[in-house]
């Protein structure tokens, strides 16, 4: 298979599903990170390292 060929053919399911939760948890960490309310540190502290998870998982 080339490259022209591989860049042609669909996504496998795993890496839609991996791709998918990648995008949730940045999301997730957007929302926790912009609270209008004051949110226990350890949550801030988690919801910072989710974007490099998702980014990687993504």
């Keep these: 298979m080339n490259i022209v060929q591989r860049a042609k053919s669909l996504t496998p399911k795993f890496f ?6 990648g995008l949730a948890l940045l999301n997730i960490s957007r929302s926790v990170i912009a609270a209008p309310f ?6 801030v ?14």
């Design 38 to 43: 004051v949110l226990p540190v350890a949550v």
């Design 16 to 21: 839609k599903v991996l791709r998918s939760i």
């Design 45 to 58: 502290t988690l919801a910072s390292y989710l974007p490099v998870a998702g980014g990687i998982a993504q």
